[in-house]
């Protein structure tokens, strides 16, 4: 099979393609990713000799290239590719918007032209908005209540998948899933930036009062739960995806200090971000009954092994926290951390 993913280069699609040619070791992927600050080609140093690999730097708006790599005979997109930092999207929401929507459309406007290529779009559960501390996790018949411009740009994004299902049968799925971690996390997230901080001997800036939940799956959880539905998933169907990972941000905060030899000391309360979803949760039965799926690894084992792979691996996110990084840093903390 004929893989084309876009975003490989990213935090969750380079772990998707490391797993994937593990896993399918006779498969060909070819990875489009246009290498924005996001984008790093270390994540992939492992497949530098792999044959059944390719790297296309190129931008997923571009309908022509698009259409020029999907016609050579792709059997699969998998759409990662995205502008994913809720606070950048604060910022400025003109990239996400035209990254996250924009660029779906070309995909999808290309896959439809070459015969209906299968689809598959990685989405979030940011889309079903927020939940109050007594509301039942979301699930596949959630509507749809974006509140940032990110999940609003992801959100039309999965809207523009469907319709393209409907209007004119291409074969797609969807996959909306919780908080991921794990290795080659861009340090702009919470947990990543929290770990590199502490290494670096910097307090952690956590937004507000902290009592904000989330739901935490490790990425390697994540993606095999989109080969799930790649391989047994139903052809115009959502699948939620989540953790098993609710915890409170000081919860998991204080989980990171013990796990990290650190005290509370280290947490800096800083403003709260605009807009900030209280609660994110999934309930994922419809894939454990329908596809056989259910997240493997624990918040803790996950974490440790999370906290082992960045001391075990310095130069990749002392590198990535340099150059433009720290303006964003200086405008995103003002000087708090
Ligand atoms: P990321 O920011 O780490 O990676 C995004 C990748 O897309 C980068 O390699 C970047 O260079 C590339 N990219 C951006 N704009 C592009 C363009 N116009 N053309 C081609 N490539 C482009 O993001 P991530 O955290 O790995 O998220 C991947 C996907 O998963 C996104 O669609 C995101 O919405 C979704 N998602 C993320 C999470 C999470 O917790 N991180 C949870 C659920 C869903
Ligand atoms: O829920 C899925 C989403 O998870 C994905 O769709 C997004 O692409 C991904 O970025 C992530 O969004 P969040 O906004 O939930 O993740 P982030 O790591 O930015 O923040 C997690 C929580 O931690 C959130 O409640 C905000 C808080 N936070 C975050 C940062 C960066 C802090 O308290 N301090 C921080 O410095």
Redesign the pocket.
């Known amino acids: 099979m004929k893989l084309l993913v876009?975003?490989g280069?990213?935090?969750?699609?380079s772990n998707f393609i490391n797993y994937w040619l593990k896993n399918y070791p006779d498969d060909f992927i070819v990875n489009?990713?246009?290498?924005?600050y996001?984008?790093n080609l270390e994540n992939l140093k492992d497949l530098k000799n792999n044959q059944n690999y390719k790297f296309i730097k190129?931008?997923?708006?571009d309908f022509d290239l698009v259409n020029e790599l999907i016609s050579d005979k792709v059997d699969l997109i998998v759409h990662?590719?995205?502008?994913?930092?809720v606070d950048r999207s604060l910022m400025s929401s003109r990239d996400f918007v035209r990254?996250n929507v924009e660029?779906a459309l070309s995909l999808l406007d290309a896959a439809k032209n070459n015969g209906g290529v299968r689809f598959h779009h990685?989405?979030?559960?940011e889309v079903f908005g927020d939940l109050s501390l007594a509301g039942k996790a979301f699930t596949e018949k959630s509507p749809y209540n974006p509140r940032n411009p990110y999940s609003a740009s992801?959100a039309a994004a999965d809207h523009l998948v469907r319709a393209y299902y409907h209007t004119h049968g291409l074969p797609v799925t969807i996959s909306n899933?919780?908080?991921?971690y794990g290795p080659y996390h861009?340090p702009e997230?919470m947990i990543p930036l929290f770990i590199t901080n502490l290494l670096e001997g910097k307090r952690v800036p956590l937004y507000g009062d902290g009592k904000n939940i989330r739901d935490w799956i490790y990425v390697d959880d994540h993606n095999r739960g989109v080969d799930f539905i790649i391989k047994k998933g139903k052809i115009g169907e959502t699948y939620c995806l989540g953790g098993n990972g609710e915890i409170t941000n000081i919860e998991l905060t204080k989980k990171i200090l013990k796990l990290m030899d650190k005290g509370d000391e280290m947490i800096e309360f800083i403003e709260d971000r605009p807009g900030h979803d209280l609660r994110y949760a999934m309930d994922y039965s419809k894939a454990k009954n329908e596809l056989g799926w259910q997240p493997q690894i624990s918040l803790e084992q996950g974490l440790a092994q999370t906290i082992d792979w960045y001391k075990n691996n310095r130069q990749w996110w002392q590198n990535v926290k340099s150059g433009d990084y720290q303006e964003y840093y200086k405008k995103q903390y003002q000087g708090n951390v």
């Not at 990685?122 to 559960?125: A, K, L, V």
């Open positions: 876009t975003g280069a990213g935090f969750i699609g489009l990713d246009k290498l924005t996001a984008g190129g931008d997923i708006c990662f590719a995205a502008e994913s930092h990254t660029g990685i989405s979030t559960d992801k899933c919780s908080n991921n861009f997230k």
